[in-house]
């Protein structure tokens, strides 16, 4: 008896010491992950600042005087007021004023009160839009005081400008970005040399830690691999994801070389060429997998091959890029299976980012997107997965018309909920993509819940809808060619006809220019690209009808960038050459609390 309570004490001793240590460990890996990602941010905003200084001094000496004008004529007294940010577009006063006081500010201006000293003072500030271009993009950060007192004018300067972007709407565009940028990237080097230090000290002091411990019992090894989550984050790794992120440099965007598993479940992996890998989920996965629920919980629940996706994405350092092809059954499409396909780029840091769901046109699949737009590059530097749907339920027993045609039935789902009794049980595709794939994707994937919409033609009517029917839903949402007033045009009469009814009225609520009509929600960044030789723009049959849905926008002062691009058609060529464009637009939005781990 006597022996045996020393013993049992010393064990108790023994176990606290090592959850003291597993604990502080945990902490200090935390703290080098923060740091690092400060670090990670810091050279992602420096690369931004240099885009758009490189903007502003290709802009400036043609555009500037332009924009000079502008304000005079906009903001002089008894000026033409109405040409800002009404019917024709332009700015929002409110913005360009604040536009105004920011340049100012850097420019070590006084900001006047009265808008006609400050109309003088840019106009001043502009007079020589050479010299300006290389003073501003020639200033070392901001220091902290003058970021300060940016920040408030910054604050009323963020809507876009509207409609047409002419030679003043480009001049005052590259100010904004430039001027978010600036003051983004002015705020990070604030911090950027006190956290070198620090991160310098916690990662010497990680290394002794590990170094003690891996020399110790196998007390704390075991301690450690039940508590210390680091081990399975890459961290441990971290040097060469260090190296990645100090140089700036990326991997290639070509997708990993995983395992295609086409029958059975996830746990099978076969080479298939090495391109892209395709996983296999229950339904009752998807729907049991948040994460934060425990695997224990998951197993029990039948869950295990959700489970396994998400083992898999935690055990693996994430700096390696990969396209994923996931088929799952799917509930709001009738319990058939369904495959989508998400893009992970390189990321520096192990950290969830946030996601731009694409919606393909007519006659697509998941793959016409990731094979043809070349957008994989440009999600990495951008820091977004991409997730991208099929257009239309598909299998056994999913109706369509007979003889089949192109514009409706299989790919062609329009995504929304029919209400015909021969459509409605498998074709809801809007209730997919707005409800069932986030909710699968948030489960079984690093991400955030921030979501952008984005499409192409019947996939870009999709966006803009779903869109426009959840503000509150997506940062931001752009389109490619989209149809833009369907029950106007024979591609949309067909499929609303057969997957709605005859009645009118209901086809409204998946019209973007019916829903532009009536909407009162939050900007919702909407940017949209079409190009003029579009054979569904200029061809026998206008299928597109932009002017429609710009001239509702524009009645119902909603903001909306649409451009025209001269000479572009509807193909995939045209979407890879402004894809990039788009991912930085989601990305500018997306991002905009700083970059979420
Ligand atoms: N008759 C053609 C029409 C199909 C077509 O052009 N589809 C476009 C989208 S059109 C609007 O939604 C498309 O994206 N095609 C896929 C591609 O990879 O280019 C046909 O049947 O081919």
């Known amino acids: 008896m006597s022996l045996q309570a020393p013993a049992r004490v010393a064990a108790a001793t023994c176990d606290s010491a090592d959850a003291a240590q597993s604990q502080q460990i945990q902490e200090i890996a935390s703290e080098v992950l923060r740091l690092r990602l400060v670090q990670s941010q810091y050279k992602q905003l420096e690369g931004q600042l240099r885009a758009s200084s490189e903007k502003l001094r290709e802009l400036l000496p043609e555009k500037a005087p332009h924009f000079s004008q502008y304000l005079e004529q906009g903001l002089r007294p008894g000026g033409t007021v109405g040409t ?39 106009k001043w500030i502009l007079q020589d839009p050479v010299e300006l271009a290389e003073k501003l993009t020639a200033l070392p950060a901001a ?44 705020l990070v080097s604030g911090q950027m040399e006190a956290s070198a230090v620090q991160l310098q000290r916690q990662e010497q002091l990680l290394k ?35 190296s990645t992120s100090s140089t700036g440099s990326r991997r290639s965007p070509s997708p990993s070389a995983d395992a295609v598993t086409r029958s059975g479940d996830v746990g099978g992996r076969k080479s298939a060429g090495g391109a892209i890998s395709m996983t296999r ?29 998400q083992a898999a994405f935690r055990n693996q350092s994430l700096t390696k890029c990969m396209l994923k092809r996931v088929e799952f059954t799917s509930r709001t499409l009738g319990n058939t299976q369904t495959v989508f396909a998400a893009y992970l780029p390189d990321t520096t840091e192990f950290k969830k980012l946030p996601v731009v769901y694409w919606l393909s046109g007519l006659t697509c699949t998941d793959e016409n997107f990731s094979q043809k737009a070349g957008a994989f590059q440009a999600a990495c530097d951008n820091q977004v997965v991409l997730v991208m749907p099929d257009t239309s339920p598909r299998g056994d027993g999913v109706p369509d018309e007979d003889p089949k045609t192109y514009d409706f039935g299989l790919g062609a789902g329009f995504y929304l909920n029919a209400t015909t009794d021969k459509y409605k ?39 803009l809808t779903i869109g426009l029917k959840n503000p509150d839903r997506y ?19 067909k499929a609303f006809k057969f997957y709605l009814g005859e009645d009118e009225e209901s086809w409204k609520q998946y019209d973007a220019t019916e829903l532009v009509t009536q909407y009162k929600g939050k900007d919702l960044h909407i940017l949209c690209d079409c190009g003029t030789a579009d054979s569904f723009l200029v061809g026998d049959v206008n299928q597109l009808q932009p002017l429609a849905f710009m001239a509702a926008a524009q009645q119902s002062k909603v903001p909306v960038t649409f451009r025209m691009q001269a000479g572009y058609d509807h193909s995939y060529y045209f ?8 991912l930085e637009h989601h990305a500018r939005f997306l991002h905009a609390g700083g970059y979420a781990s």
């Not at 590259?174 to 983004?184: D, N």
Request: proline share 5%; with cysteine; hydrophobic share 35%.
């Open 84 to 122: 800002l940010g009404g019917f024709h577009g332009g700015a929002e006063p409110e913005s360009l004023l604040g536009i105004m006081e920011c340049l100012c500010v850097v420019c070590n201006s006084q900001v006047a009160s009265r808008r006609e000293d400050l109309v003088s003072a840019c």
């Open 575 to 582: 979407m890879s050459t402004f894809i990039r464009e788009h």
């Open 208 to 242: 002794e830690l590990n170094k003690e411990t891996s020399a110790g019992t196998e007390a704390p090894r075991s301690a450690m691999t039940k508590s210390a989550p680091w081990r399975h984050s890459g961290l441990k790794r971290s040097s060469s994801v260090q």
């Open 143 to 186: 220091p902290g005081a003058l970021s300060r007192r940016l920040a408030p004018y910054l604050l009323t300067c963020d809507s876009s400008w509207r409609g047409t972007l002419n030679e003043a709407g480009q001049c005052y565009e590259a100010f904004r970005s430039w001027l978010s940028c600036y003051y983004q990237f002015s």
């Open 281 to 309: 989920v229950s339904r009752e996965a998807s729907q049991k997998s948040p994460l934060g629920r425990s695997e224990k919980a998951l197993k029990s629940a039948g869950a295990s091959v959700g489970v396994r996706i």
């Open 475 to 493: 940062t931001s949402v752009s389109a490619f060619a989209p149809i833009c007033n369907p029950m106007k045009v024979p591609w949309g009469q």
């Open 425 to 463: 049980t498998h074709y809801n595709m809007y209730d997919f993509v707005v409800q069932e794939l986030p909710e699968f994707v948030e489960a079984n994937f690093p991400v955030t819940s921030k979501r952008a919409i984005s499409g192409h033609s019947m996939g870009g009517h999709g966006a």
